[in-house]
């Protein structure tokens, strides 16, 4: 039974550019919640999809984006990319109504 | 808002020693606790976590956690620990009277748990 699964696991990108990151959930979950874990810091919640629609939202910009898809994969999107956008960001999957998420191995993301 | 506070960033201990990681919360809603896991370059494992019930949880590999709501705190322990709990651990909450995964993960800034030979 696979996990959640996320691509790439290592990108590094120039000031300015433009990221597509994804994550394919654990089997049997149907909602996708990222999150951003600066260095040394707890995870925080960028936003959540559930029936192919943004649910929840933390306190990002809209530079952040992103998509579910009938599938129930999901891409996370960041445009216009700050040095401190660095951070490894995290998907988790769940099915809703149930409290149990299940977290990939992130993606490290650099802006240089 | 709801928050989570660990107050330690990192505990040192010898191994086969006890370890407490303290975690406090706060919220006026009743909450959904969670303790993860992460080793380096990892990503985050789920320990153990309070939904209802009783108010001690237990995890197959040896820790436990008491919710006590009158204290908001949701502590860490293990009466033993061994080279390989080396790692970071997150304390988490979900604020809601309903739950559920359409809400939120709050998480704690982590507490490094250090275990010498």
């Known amino acids: 039974d696979a996990g959640v699964t996320q691509s790439p696991t290592h990108l590094i990108k120039t000031r300015g550019q433009q990221v597509t990151l994804r994550c394919s959930p654990k089997s049997g979950h149907d909602t996708v919640s990222w999150y951003q874990q600066a260095l040394g810091q707890g995870p925080q919640f960028i936003f959540q999809?559930?029936?192919?629609?943004?649910?929840q939202r933390g306190n990002f910009p809209d530079r952040f984006s992103g998509h579910q898809f009938p599938n129930y994969s999901s891409e996370l999107n960041v445009n216009a990319l700050l040095l401190g956008d660095s951070a490894l960001y995290l998907c988790?999957?769940?099915?809703?109504?149930?409290?149990?998420?299940?977290f990939g191995s992130g993606t490290r993301l650099t802006v240089v | 808002a709801q928050s989570v506070t660990q107050l330690d960033s990192q505990v040192p201990v010898f191994e086969e020693a006890p370890v407490e990681l303290r975690c406090n919360y706060s919220s006026s809603v009743s909450v959904y606790l969670f303790w993860y896991v992460q080793y380096p370059n990892q990503g985050l494992q789920l320990l153990l976590k309070y939904l209802s019930g009783s108010t001690l949880v237990e995890s197959i590999n040896g820790f436990e956690a008491e919710f006590n709501k009158s204290q908001t705190s949701f502590h860490l322990r293990k009466p033993s620990v061994h080279i390989s709990d080396t790692a970071e651990y997150f304390c988490a909450v979900i604020a809601s009277p309903y739950g559920g995964a359409t809400n939120k993960l709050i998480f704690g800034t982590g507490t490094l748990l250090a275990v010498q030979p």
């Open positions: 999809y559930y029936e192919e629609e943004e649910r």
């Open positions: 988790a999957s769940s099915l809703r109504q149930a409290a149990g998420y299940t």
